[in-house]
């Protein structure tokens, strides 16, 4: 049976979304393993994988503008071309520098897929966006998953350098599906990326994108402590590796059942309410983690996490979807999800000096806490801005 050319396209949007995490997944495995075995020290290995953070950064505060003066297509297949240039670059990387300057390509790639793959899903044919975006998310976490489990087995395998040809082919699969991305909407002529890139500072000024800034934080943060404080608290505990791989690797699997359930019903009435679902649901999780120590709970409480942070994250683009037009979704959801890299920049450091000083269950503990008080907050902001609305209301009736 010969399926439609739209819906043929959309699979392999699909598709080449999934094997694009399915190669990020195995290179954040890749990488720290790598550095390990040219013997860098732990300060090393941190600065590699965090340093180039500040290039992803850097990148999505651009990435929006270029996505709508450009269009999400042309983005995406730039994003797939610097993932095959990053892995390549791994080929010949033997030094501090060079993994440096691969990992800053690859965030640079990272910074570019999120913003243009997100908006392109909001603007695709479906019943409602956040199943559209619920759709795209899955095949996301799938990827991601697959990814992790499969990094450390192909370094064991085929050695590093046969994984980073495996990766530089799944790159360049990547390159091929982008050739047959689904088209949308075109972009207004006429525009400069500068003009476009100035349209950040009225963003920032919406206190709705200062919320989605926050929840986007909230929503890497399961993915931030699974690279990096929930493996040392784990092995802390005395479990093995391979049962910390497989622990850690729940925070996948519930999100990805999670923004299955909950995409459908993601609607601009009920924002209001999920962003409380989500922000309840990590900090009672993030205060389970402190609590628990049996390896099957702290399992459940790292999957029911992540289906938090699943939560959270398609709140944010829900939400700058309802904001902004087709025109200037791309800037929205750039702006919107900023808190995502500060998550990877900020999270491990704060968190991780807190565990140095208090301990590992102090610091989830207290963490969770402070997540649990932000639906109170939330409802002053709702309250507040229905005050406003009233009296906006009620002066242009006079």
Not at 277 to 291: E, H, P, R, S
Not at 341 to 368: R, Y
Request: glycine share 10%; net charge positive.
């Amino acid at each position: 049976m010969k399926l439609p050319p739209q819906t043929t396209r959309l699979l392999m949007f699909y598709a080449g979304a999934a094997i694009w995490n399915l190669a990020n997944g195995i290179m954040m495995i890749l990488i720290p393993l790598y550095a390990l075995s040219l013997g860098f020290s732990i300060l090393k290995i941190g600065s590699v994988i965090a340093l180039p953070v500040l290039v992803m950064l850097a990148v999505r505060l651009v990435v929006g503008a270029l996505c709508d003066r450009y269009g999400e297509r042309c983005i995406l297949q730039v994003c797939y071309l610097l993932a095959v240039i990053a892995a390549l670059l791994l080929l010949r990387a033997d030094d501090f520098a060079s993994l440096l300057v691969s990992q800053g390509i690859a965030n640079a790639s990272r910074s570019l897929f999120w913003v243009a793959s997100q908006s392109l899903a909001t603007q695709l044919p479906g019943p409602t966006v956040g199943k559209r975006l619920g759709h795209l998310s899955a095949w996301n976490h799938v990827g991601n998953l697959l990814g992790m489990g499969l990094g450390g087995a192909l370094a064991s395998v085929v050695g590093y350098s046969g994984a980073f040809v495996v990766l530089t082919a799944m790159s360049i699969a990547c390159g091929v599906l982008g050739l047959a991305i689904p088209r949308v909407e075109s972009k207004p002529s006429g525009r400069t990326i500068w003009q476009i890139a100035g349209g950040i500072g009225r963003w920032v000024r919406h206190p709705e994108v200062w919320l989605g800034i926050f929840a986007s934080f909230a929503a890497a943060l399961p993915s931030t402590l699974t690279q990096s404080l929930f493996p040392v608290y784990l092995a802390q505990l005395e479990y093995e590796e391979h049962w910390i791989g497989l622990t850690v690797s729940g925070r996948a699997i519930g999100a990805i059942a999670m923004v299955l359930i909950i995409g459908p019903w993601i609607t601009p009435p009920r924002l209001r309410g999920i962003f409380a679902l989500g922000m309840v649901g990590i900090g009672i999780f993030m205060a389970g983690c402190g609590l628990l120590e049996g390896l099957l709970l702290l399992g459940s409480c790292i999957a029911a996490l992540g289906a938090a942070g699943g939560v959270l994250d398609l709140w944010y683009q829900v939400q700058a979807t309802e904001m902004s037009e087709a025109r200037d979704r791309s800037m929205a959801m750039a702006a919107a999800s900023l808190g995502w890299p500060l998550s990877l920049m900020i999270a491990p450091l704060l968190l991780g000096w807190l565990a140095d000083l208090k301990g590992f269950p102090f610091t989830f503990i207290a963490t969770g806490i402070f997540f649990l008080a932000m639906p109170a907050v939330s409802h002053l902001y709702y309250r507040r801005a229905e005050s406003n609305a009233t009296v906006q209301a009620r002066e242009e009736v006079l």
